[in-house]
C-alpha cells in the first residue's frame, strides 16, 4: 500500500517536463538581445567617434583618418561663432523652458478641478505634443507669414503690416520659442496635474480650519507638493529642448543669418554637408554630449526618486 | 446662510475657470484648425488677405500632393476637357490647368514610413517584453546599472550618434536601406519599450506564474499563457508609442538615407509646387501624417502620462 501511494505521488509533485530550459538560459535568452543591440548601436559609435574627434578625419574624402590630437577641441573652443550657436541655444533652451513650465502649471491649475468637458480639454491640448515636430515647424511658417498668415492677423496687423517673423534676425528665436512653447507646455501641464491630483484634500482642510490665507496655501502645500513632478518635467524639457533639431529646420533653417542657428543644427551642417568636417563634428558631438549627459544624470536619478517614493 | 453664499461662489468661480480653460483650449487649437482647412483650400484661398474662413473646398492640395503636374497650354486643356476617361485626381487638377505626369515620390516615401516604422516597432516590442521579464523575475547581477544605461540610450541627441553610425552603415551597406533605418529605430525605442513594460509587468502578481510552475509548466510556457495575456493592455500603449516614435522621426532619416529608404518626414519640406511653396500640399502632407496621431492620442489618453515619463508615473 505504502509503495503505491508513493508511486502515484510522485509523477504529481515532479511532473514531466518538457525538454525546456532552465532560468538562467532564459534570463540570457530574453536579455541579451537587447542589451548586444544597445551596445553595438550606442556603445560602438560613441568609442569610434571619441577616437574621430582626435582625427582630421573627412567623411567624403579617401585619406585615412590622421591623428591631430586635441586640435579639434581647441579649434571649437577657440572659435568665436561657435560660441554664438552656444548662445542661442542657451537663450532657447531657458526661455522656452521657462515659459513652458508658467503656461503649462498654469494650465494644470485651470484643470485641476474637473468640470464638464475638461477631459476633452486636456486630451485635445496633447495633440501637438504627440505630432512630429518637422511638420509643425513647417506649417507655422505658413502662420507667421507676413502677409497672409492668421498669426499677424490675429494680432491685429493689416496684411503685410506686421513684424516678418520668421524673416527678422531679432523675432525669429521668438517664432521657435512661441512654436516649441505651443508644442510643449501639455507636457508640463500633463505631469503638473499628476502631481496635483496626488496632493491629499485634508491637508488644505487643515489649512482651512487654520485660516491659512489662499496664497500661503499655494506656496507652503500646492507647490512643494508638485515640485517633484514639475522638476522632472523641466529636466526632460531641457534635455529634450538641448537636442532639439527637426523644428528648427522646418521653421527657420537656422536663419536668417544665423540667428537661429542651434549648436544641434551646426553639428549637423559641419558632419553632413559641404565639407563633410567628421573630425571636427566629432569633437563638438562630444562637447554636447557632455553637457547632456550631466542634465541626464539628474533627469534618471529623480526619475527614480519619484518612481521609488 | 453663510453656506450657501459660499457654495454659489464656489460654483461661480469653477464656472469661471471652466470657461477660461475652454476658451484658451480654443485659442490653443487654431493652429490645428487652420492646418486642417488649409488642405482644403483652393490656392487663392490660401494667399488672401485676410485670411478666409468660409471657401469652397478642393482637393487640390492632396492631389499636389501625390502627383507630379505638368501645366496645360488651353488647347490641350479643351482636348482634356473632352476626354470622359479622366480620374477624379486629374479632374482636380484640370480645373487649375494642369495634368498630371507620374505619381510623386511622396507616395514611395509614405511607404517607406509604413514599412519602416512598423517594422521596428514589431522589434522593439518584442525584444522588449522579453527584456522586461527579465527584469522583472529574474534576479539580475547589475540591474540598476543595466537599467540606467537602458534609459540613457533614449537621451543621446541623435546628431551625436548618427556621425559614426553614418560611417558603419556606409561601410556595411546599410546607407539609405529600410532595414538600417529599422534597426536604428528599433535601438532607439527599446529604451522606452523596456521601461514601460518592466512597470506593466511588475503590476502582474507573481503567484499567478508560480502556481503555473508547480502545475507543471515549464518557464516559457508560463510566460507565453500566462504573463502575455495579462500585459496586453502594457504591449498595446507601447506599441502605440514606438510607433509614434518611428512615425514622426526625422533626424536619423534626413541623414541616413536619401532616395530608396526615405521616409515622409524629410519630404514633406521639400513638396514644392509649380509655382512657389505648395501650401496646401504641405498642409495635405502634415494633416495625413497627423490624423493617425490624433487617433492614437485619443485611443491611449489613460496610458499617455505613463507613456511619457517612461513607465515612472502611473496614474
Known sequence: MQSATANTTIPSSTPRRPVSLGDPAIQRLFLWPTIILLIAFNIFPLLYSLYLSFTDYRAISDQPPQWVGIQNYSDILNDEQLWVYFRNTGRYVVTAVALETLVGFGIALLLRSKFWGSGLVTTLILIPMMSAPVVVGLFWKLIFNPNFGIFNYLLGYSAGKGPDWIGNGDLAMWAIIIVDVWMWSPYVMLLSLAGLSAIPDYIYEAADIDRASPLYQFFRITLPQVAPLLLIAILFRTIEAFKAFDLVMGLTGGGPGDATELVSVQLYRIAFLGQFNTGKASALAYIVLIIIIGISNLYIKYLNKVKAG | ?315
Open chain 2, 1 to 315: 446662510m453663510a453656506k450657501v453664499t459660499n457654495e454659489t461662489q464656489t460654483r461661480v468661480v469653477t464656472a469661471g475657470r471652466a470657461l477660461l480653460a475652454v476658451s484658451l483650449c480654443v485659442l490653443y487649437l487654431i493652429p490645428v484648425v487652420w492646418m486642417f482647412s488649409t488642405a482644403f483650400k483652393p490656392r487663392k484661398a490660401i494667399i488672401s488677405v485676410p485670411p478666409q474662413i468660409f471657401f469652397t473646398p478642393t482637393l487640390e492640395g492632396f492631389v499636389g500632393l501625390f502627383y507630379k503636374r505638368s501645366t496645360l497650354t488651353p488647347a490641350q486643356m479643351e482636348q482634356y476637357r473632352q476626354r470622359t476617361d479622366l480620374t477624379w485626381a486629374e479632374k482636380v487638377a484640370l480645373e487649375q490647368g494642369l495634368a498630371i505626369t507620374r505619381q510623386s515620390d511622396y507616395v514611395g516615401q509614405l511607404r517607406n514610413s509604413l514599412i519602416i516604422a512598423g517594422g521596428s516597432t514589431v522589434l522593439a516590442v518584442v525584444m522588449g517584453v522579453l527584456s522586461a521579464y527579465a527584469f522583472s523575475r529574474f534576479r539580475i547581477k547589475g540591474q540598476a546599472d543595466l537599467e540606467f544605461f537602458i534609459l540613457s540610450t533614449r537621451m543621446l541627441p541623435p546628431v551625436v550618434v548618427t556621425i559614426p553610425i553614418f560611417l558603419m552603415y556606409r561601410k556595411l551597406g546599410l546607407y539609405d536601406t529600410h532595414f538600417g533605418l529599422i534597426i536604428l529605430y528599433t535601438v532607439f525605442n527599446l529604451s522606452l519599450s523596456v521601461w514601460l513594460l518592466k512597470g506593466f509587468i511588475d503590476e502582474i502578481p507573481k503567484e499567478y506564474e508560480e502556481a503555473a510552475l508547480i502545475d507543471g509548466y515549464s518557464r516559457l510556457q508560463a510566460f507565453w499563457k500566462i504573463v502575455l495575456p495579462q500585459a496586453i493592455t502594457g504591449i498595446a500603449a507601447t506599441t502605440v508609442f514606438c510607433l509614434i516614435f518611428a512615425w514622426n522621426e526625422y533626424a536619423f532619416a534626413l541623414m541616413l538615407t536619401s532616395n530608396r529608404a526615405r521616409t515622409a518626414p524629410p519630404s514633406i519640406p521639400s513638396v514644392i509646387g509649380t509655382s512657389g511653396v505648395d501650401w496646401a500640399a504641405i498642409a495635405a502632407g502634415s494633416l495625413l501624417f497627423l490624423i493617425p496621431v490624433a487617433i492614437v492620442v485619443f485611443a491611449m489618453r489613460r496610458y499617455l502620462l505613463r507613456g511619457i515619463t517612461f513607465g515612472a508615473i502611473r496614474q
